[in-house]
């Protein structure tokens, strides 16, 4: 089986411990089946996270009939990058009676090649930052890439190179590290430009013929691409990327028989962009815990970025 690639995903909510444990142990049984097509996260709260939404539903409606839980829409797991390379300082000093805190790093952030995922790199020379500081200025950089700058998505596809910075005999420690590294990298990605990356599919269709046409300007309307279009006995054979977003929105032609797996995330279109074709994304921020109720806190509205 693929990988599960985190695209759609849906918050659940307990009432109580019991309640939670139940879940939980449920979420473990899906979660072991291969062919479940689901993975479970529990970074701020319980996730279901998958590609298909069909398996999303039928795995809410499952954990329905063993406790109540609340459940949140649907949403989309967009993902946040950067567009250009910036160099910025992180300094974290305080002083509490005792021994003080003191971190301090320097990062050079970059684009990396798309599909690459996050990097990494030390070049820290001539004990600047004593090795046993530098994973948890790693740390600290990871953390703050989870939580991104724009929409609360994680980052991707960015390489992060710690180039300088110092340490104090005494007061220098493994936390103060960790914050300084975080302070760095979320004072470089506000300034280098960061986006917001939608998740695209590649469609695959089977229609009659004669509505190839009305198929081929709706994939259009959805900022879709057509890749091949064949012609066999009558019916048509049409591969398109479509993003994500797209795909959910309901068709005025039906629901064609169509089959999708995720291609690549693309910089997604926002408000204040330029240009001939381009449409603002309501994006949903991805939610935090919620107090101890039933439902999972939902915003009124969605943040159009």
């Not at 300084?180 to 939608?198: T, W």
């Not at 449409?279 to 921020?285: G, H, N, S």
């Amino acid at each position: 089986m693929h990988p599960i690639h985190p695209i759609l995903f849906i918050e659940i909510v307990t009432g109580t411990d019991d309640e939670r444990k139940i879940v939980e142990q449920q979420l473990r049984a899906i979660e072991a089946d291969p062919t479940s097509g689901i993975a479970v996260q529990q970074l701020h709260c319980l996730l279901l996270v998958g590609e298909d939404e069909l398996q999303l539903e039928t795995v809410c409606e499952r954990l329905q009939q063993t406790a109540p839980i609340g459940l949140s829409e649907l949403r989309i797991g967009y993902r946040e990058t950067i567009r250009r390379p910036v160099e910025a300082e992180g300094k974290y000093m305080r002083q509490t009676g005792g021994a003080g805190n003191y971190g301090h790093c320097w990062l050079r952030i970059e684009p990396n090649e798309p599909g690459k995922g996050n990097a990494f790199v030390d070049e820290i020379e001539a004990g600047a930052i004593p090795q046993q500081y530098i994973q948890h200025v790693n740390l600290g950089i990871r953390s703050a890439m989870e939580l991104g700058m724009l929409a609360g998505f994680p980052m991707i596809d960015v390489k992060v190179t710690l180039f300088d910075g110092s340490y104090h005999e005494t007061d220098s420690n493994e936390m103060a590290f960790m914050f300084a590294g975080s302070i760095a990298f979320k004072e470089a990605a506000r300034k280098a430009s960061p986006v917001l990356m939608e998740p695209v599919m590649a469609v695959a269709i089977d229609i009659p013929e004669q509505l190839a046409a009305a198929v081929e300007e709706d994939i259009n309307a959805r900022r879709g691409r057509i890749e091949k279009m064949d012609s066999v006995d009558g019916w048509c054979e049409i591969e398109a990327l479509v993003p994500l977003a797209e795909v959910l929105r309901s068709s005025p032609h039906g629901r064609p028989e169509y089959s999708m797996r995720f291609a690549r995330y693309q910089i997604a279109p926002r408000r204040d962009d330029r240009g001939d074709g381009d449409v603002a994304i309501p994006v949903l921020r991805p939610l935090r815990p919620s107090s101890r109720g039933g439902s999972a806190s939902v915003p009124p509205d969605a943040d159009e970025l």
